[in-house]
């Protein structure tokens, strides 16, 4: 497998809890490549309703954004999931994806790569990781949770005015919260 990470892959092994039963999930983590649009999309198509989708057009857009930081998670050369976010200042950056395959949720998969995005963030002096999950979508809740995330507030018809979300915020590195997380 090829790797587009400077120098070397980063390579993580996450140890399923869950279920004493399965082994580690060995994964790679590499860079976006122009090459692997069409898998991303098809996996974003298939981790949302069709109504709060991203189109192929608004996909293609952000993954193509100069300010945009895609990661993506394989294991045994399949894409488990992946995660688009933008710098969007020299403070604040807005996570605008994480997609994980379904048979690969609950294995660690989209916290390694939220992990691997912070990192990332702070490499770059980013103060504040921004993003938005649906009311309803309690497993993203709890994952943004662990991962300190917080509550800021409630976003009416978010979703195409069909459901809320919330917007949550993340303080990165050492630095001190200006809004109050």
Known sequence: MSCFYPASCIQYSAQVSYNNSMSALP????????ADSDDLYRIDQTCFPSEIAFS?????????QRKSIAWIA????????FVVARVESRFSAHVLTLDVVSEFRKRKVGTILMNVLHEELEK???GISVLEVGVK??????LYEKLHYRYVETLIGYYVGMENA?????????RQS????
């Open 27 to 34: 994964l790679s983590i590499r860079s976006f490549e122009p």
């Open 56 to 64: 192929r057009g608004e996909f293609i857009f952000y993954l193509n």
């Open 74 to 81: 394989e294991t045994d050369g399949r894409i488990a999931g």
């Open 124 to 126: 770059q002096n980013v």
């Open 137 to 142: 979508n309690l497993p993203a809740q709890r």
């Open 166 to 174: 919330y917007r949550m915020v993340r303080t990165l590195g050492n």
């Open 178 to 181: 200006a809004i109050g997380c």
